[in-house]
């Protein structure tokens, strides 16, 4: 069988809090340039796989394989280098910072100024910082549409914008992976909306790979190439939304044990 | 009236004066700062000259309790450790004053490191405790190792000298001073814009989101502190310079609570705020002093009274700006800009 090439690729991932296996032998991988859903009731291990790319747990067992290097063993901050950047469920943001500095944060890894060169500012650190804020204008805060709050203290924002902040800082880090986590949770129809439009934009125009986990159905089944679910720490199907859609293991796990569910309806 | 003022560039958006109107002021602020010494009396030039050391140890406290997030007690002990090795330097290798500066600063950066390395394991309170250790390690320090520090006996310093030109008095040595104010208050307000300066700030807000983004929270959380406790080695090395003689007593632990109260008073998280703090707490006590002696001389009999309430009323300071104005006399400085703003039209 030919094995088809992936850009991230997960290998038997293991992990348990105690006695609690959180996720059990999962192995998936994802194409470059697709966008790669991971649903799943709650409490299924999406978060901890997302943790797990990103270092913040330590599987028992597995690689990961990024670009065809192994990163189950380097630093979390290490990571970001690499090319991946993160969006969280619950946002993430540095409270007490403008907007346009949280962007800035963003592209870190990218910029060169030390403790001398940042604290003498005129000459090189300069010229990086004008670099800098012209192309996070012209390419993020234009592309999200953000321009009228990108002065404000990230923590007096609604929720909606402050998760469009977090995507602009994300995307700041130029990553070729970017891991979505729950962007369109608690937000209102019109923003689910103009979320989903974003992640096709950054998908397309920039050809950035998208790890994507969501509750909205519609969302998930509209934009996603290939979908991978997961239940009670296992991975129970994967595939384009249409066979997810009808597969039964899918709707077990959603709805309930066939048999269940009828004695239900018929209480 | 300021409103009206439209960027059309992002060079004019990114810079740290951000019109006219606010250079006009600083230039005039400058002109006072040079024009001072020339009509101030002895007196007055000794406070400007401590509050100038306070500025530059605050500011240092600052990026590291204010920007970085991470709490030390033991400020002072850097200050002591840039003081002794200045005086050290100058007194026993013959170095001269001006070469004995960025020493001090470097090897209370070196001190600084190995104490900020707790910082990386233990968070808040335990790293509270973890530096206040270190002031009193260096404290002790101070008045055991007495073949090098002279013990509680201390050690003599020479004035500064460029050629045959003395420091000798309060008023040449406000030059010093306020050379390395200008110096130390621009570097650090340059650093905090720069990409150190916001590493700094998102370990403080949030270190896992940090550690996504790719910071590494091992070296900047080192950096800060070796750069707050080089500023801190500055500063004990003018001090000391200034008051000619190095002795233990003269970083006590009292000492870096006051460097705290500076930042708080002042603003945590602001250059600006370190600077209104430190002149705050340092003019504070004086203006009590003065305040003292005038009821002395009016209501005689009353200083038993008045005395002891110094330091009430010091404390009082203190706490009246925790509940009221937590983020300091910059805040209130802000607000103050922002009325006069659009002023008179507020609406």
Redesign the interface.
Known sequence: MNKPQYQLELQDIQLSFGGLMALHEVSTGVKKGEIFSIIGPNGAGKTCLLNCINRFYHPEKGTILFENRDISHMQPHKIAGMGIARTFQNVELFAHMTVLDNIKLGAHVHLKSGFLSGGIYYGRSRAEEIALRKDIEERIIDLLEIEQIRKQVVHALPYGLQKRVELARALAMRPRVLLLDEPATGMNLEETEDMARFILDINEEWDITIILIEHDMGVVMDISDRICVLDFGEKIAEGKPEEIRHDEKVIKAYLGEEDITYSRLGA | MRCGDFKET??E??AIFQSLFVKFWLGLFFVFLLVFPFVASAYLLYVANMIGFAIIAAVGLNLLTGFTGQISLGHAAFVGVGAYTSAILVTRLGFSFWLSIPFAGLVSALAGLVIGIPSLRVKGLYLCIATLASQFIFEFIFIHWESMTNGITGIHIPPPRIGGFEFLTERNFYWITLFFVVLGVG??R??V???????F??IR??D??????????FRYKL?AFA?SSFYAGVAGALWVTFLKVVTPDHFPFILSIQYLAMIIVGGL?SVLGSIFGAVFITLTPELLNYLSEVVKEYAPGHEEIFVPMKEVIFGLFIVLFLIFEPRGLAEIWHRIKNFFRLWPFSY
């Open positions: 992002y060079i958006d990114e570097y650090a340059n650093l814009r720069t990409r150190m300066g916001r590493a700030v998102a807000d949030r896992l989101s940090a550690e996504i983004i790719g910071i590494n929270l950096s750069i998280g």
